[in-house]
């Protein structure tokens, strides 16, 4: 028995006892007493759950008695809401046991059915209906879990993914703005969504394209200034977000996500907007906009944490990952919201990472790495690891060469933790290209010869197009230079004043 059948017994039929409560005509005593009754029965086939086939037909007796009394009342309803309650609790009998797929799916289209054909009130269709398919989504979960564990897949039914996509078709046929027989707009949006996340999680990219298409054709412009409409824009999004990440279109995540971010108005859940902005985020990374990415990641860490979100740690995680492609001076955990989460099992790793980043131990740095493989296996950093060893490497080989005039390459290969001399030729061309680094390399001795700023400060005196940027120390040595040139001519030009000054100061053949 779950959680769920539990929470059956609770609040759902609190309509019906404030319709008893304030009902007082002798006229209407034998319904009260065929209400009484069906309630009754219904708890009673509840309790006996445990012994399917009673249950089943316990349950069935309930239907065919309320059809009955609608009958005998003249209602032209042929389902009442016990009815639905009672084909409610037969199709999560199914469900538990799954013995037989057909009879889940014929007594689900019957729940369908009753919700076109009975008197039930809106609110216990949309509970009911969303309850149904949140079980039906775990159910397929649950059998994907055990499949990759090589377990038995559980409830012994055939195949979850086809119970799934049969649930989800049905429902979404019943409920369609334009084509379903019991329409209800609010309740076939919320269906499709969960419907393209299964899709989605089930990696059927072609039927949830379809699913967005329909999605966008039936929801109202973005421009008509409702709250309702900018809130399901941005769930669509996210789902589509979803979609063109998986499928690498790093082009079409990133339109969808200008777009996202571009809407007003709208209410969307925090774990939404937490979505968007950590795929915004991995669209940065990827066209290595380590800066944008990691203001968005921090944006998708505070949203995460403000649903409550278990995913705040993994977005916490790709934040200090951006801080550190991003060569940030400024440590992620000094912020107020990240504080709390540095000493966390899951995130302490990422804490020893930024400690080794910034002090420029790349010893430790490779440590942790190496260390912590489990706690730090994730596709999207495992993407970004060499990324971010080049970063410190980089970061460790400029500030070693700066004191040298001349420096081998075996040298630094062995200061940057013993890698290859190829990787450090690399890293030093890409320092020299960049301007960072004024320098040559000799491959024949395998030698660095670094010019410094006074290679900069001649290569800054050609004028030529290209030049790179002047360090600090150039611009002072160009000063000081300066300085010397203006010397240099005060003292000619005194020289000069002096050397005249008897020719030109001589009076009546005597000196002064």
């Excluded at 859940?269 to 669209?283: D, M, S, V, Y």
């Excluded at 990827?286 to 990415?293: F, V």
């Excluded at 203006?486 to 008897?502: G, K």
Aim: hydrophobic share 35%; with cysteine.
């Amino acid at each position: 028995m779950s959680d769920e059948d539990d929470y059956e017994y609770e609040y759902d039929d609190d309509d019906d006892a404030m319709e008893a409560e304030f009902q007082y005509t002798d006229d209407e005593e034998e319904q009260d007493d065929a209400q009484v009754e069906l309630e009754n029965a219904y708890y009673n086939s509840k309790s006996l759950r445990d012994d399917v086939p009673a249950a089943v037909a316990s349950f069935e007796h309930i239907i065919a008695q309320e059809s009955a009394e609608l009958a005998k009342s003249g209602s032209d309803k042929t389902y009442g809401p016990w009815s639905f309650k009672a084909m409610k609790q037969l199709v999560k009998l199914r469900l538990r046991v799954g013995d037989d797929d057909e009879k889940l799916m014929q007594d689900y289209r019957r729940l369908l059915e009753c919700i076109a054909q009975g008197d039930v009130s809106p609110n216990a269709v949309e509970k009911g209906i969303n309850g149904m398919l949140e079980r039906v989504a775990t159910l397929y979960q649950g059998s994907v879990s055990a499949t990759a564990s090589g377990a038995v897949v559980p409830n012994g039914h055939q195949d979850p993914q086809k119970i799934a996509l049969a649930v989800y078709d049905a429902t979404l046929q019943v409920f369609h703005p334009q084509t379903g027989n019991t329409i209800n707009e609010r309740l076939w949006f919320k269906t499709n969504l969960k419907y393209g996340q299964l899709l989605y999680e089930m990696n059927e990219a072609n039927k949830l394209e379809q699913v967005l298409r329909d999605l966008q054709t039936n929801m109202p412009p973005e421009d008509s200034g409702s709250a309702s409409s900018s809130t399901q824009s941005m769930e669509i999004y996210a789902l589509q977000i979803q979609l063109y990440s998986r499928q690498k279109d790093h082009k079409r995540l990133r339109e969808t996500f200008q777009k996202a971010m571009a809407v007003r108005g709208g209410i969307p859940h925090p774990r939404t907007i937490a979505l968007i902005q950590e795929l915004g985020g991995k669209t940065h990374m990827a066209s290595r906009e380590y800066n944008q990415a990691e203001k968005t990641f921090f944006q998708a860490f505070k949203s995460y944490d403000e649903a409550g979100d278990p995913s705040r740690l993994r977005c916490l995680k790709y934040l200090v990952l951006a801080s550190m492609l991003h060569a940030s001076a400024i440590n992620p955990f000094d912020s107020q919201e990240a504080r709390p989460y540095r000493d966390d099992p899951e995130i302490v790793a990422m804490t020893n990472l930024v400690q080794a980043f910034h002090a420029n131990d790349i010893a430790k740095f490779e440590r942790v790495l190496r260390q912590n493989r489990r706690t730090l296996h994730d596709e999207f950093i495992n993407e970004h690891v060499q990324d971010l060893l080049r970063t410190i490497r980089t970061q460790v080989l400029e500030r070693m060469v700066r004191p040298y005039r001349r420096i081998s390459l075996h040298a630094l290969a062995e200061q940057l933790n013993h890698i290859e001399i190829s990787q450090v030729e690399s890293l030093l061309t890409s320092l020299i290209l960049n301007g960072t680094l004024q320098g040559k390399i000799d491959r024949v001795d395998m030698v660095l010869y670094n010019h410094g700023d006074h290679e900069a400060l001649s290569a800054s005196a050609s004028g030529g197009e290209g030049t790179p940027a002047r360090s600090y120390v150039v611009q002072r040595c160009e000063a000081m230079d300066n300085i010397l040139s203006r010397l240099n001519d005060l003292s000619a030009h005194v020289t000069n004043i002096r050397a005249n000054e008897p020719s030109t100061l001589r009076i009546g053949g005597f000196y002064p």
